[in-house]
């Protein structure tokens, strides 16, 4: 079992910064693939970011490409989602998921919810204009 945390979110103006951190505890995160998801109210969960442990590649949600960058510090057992230059449409609570690979993922698969089998309990981002 792995229990995952995040932190970070706020309110902040259109333009601003913010990075979300999730904290992962039970298992060792470092072979674990990750992921980020957000959901606006109203609509459904969507893809935002995921990142490959096997050879840390990253994989964006177009709407995000060139301004949110996700990493993780395996020493430290936390992922994290850079968010830069933030528009009002990024308002939406932002989780964290987590699953460990039994086999090679696709980045189409790691783009789905359901791969995922640990998810946070959000952390809630609002971009004001």
């Known amino acids: 079992q792995v229990q995952l945390v995040e932190s970070g979110g706020g309110l902040v103006q259109a333009g601003g910064s913010l990075r979300l951190s999730c904290a992962a505890s039970g298992r060792t995160f470092s072979s674990y693939n990750m992921g980020w998801f957000r959901q606006a109210p109203g609509k459904e969960r969507e893809f935002v970011a995921s990142?490959?442990?096997?050879?840390?590649?990253?994989n964006y949600a177009d709407s995000v490409k060139g301004r949110f960058t996700i990493s993780r510090d395996n020493a430290k057992n936390t992922g994290y989602l850079q968010m830069n230059s933030l528009k009002p449409e990024d308002t939406a609570v932002y989780y964290c998921?987590?699953?460990?690979?039994?086999?090679?993922?696709?980045?189409?698969?790691?783009?789905?919810?359901?791969?995922?089998?640990?998810w946070g309990q959000g952390t809630q981002v609002t971009v004001s204009s």
């Open positions: 998921a987590a699953h460990r690979p039994t086999r090679y993922y696709t980045n189409s698969e790691r783009r789905q919810p359901y791969t995922y089998d640990y």
């Open positions: 990142l490959r442990w096997s050879d840390g590649s990253t």
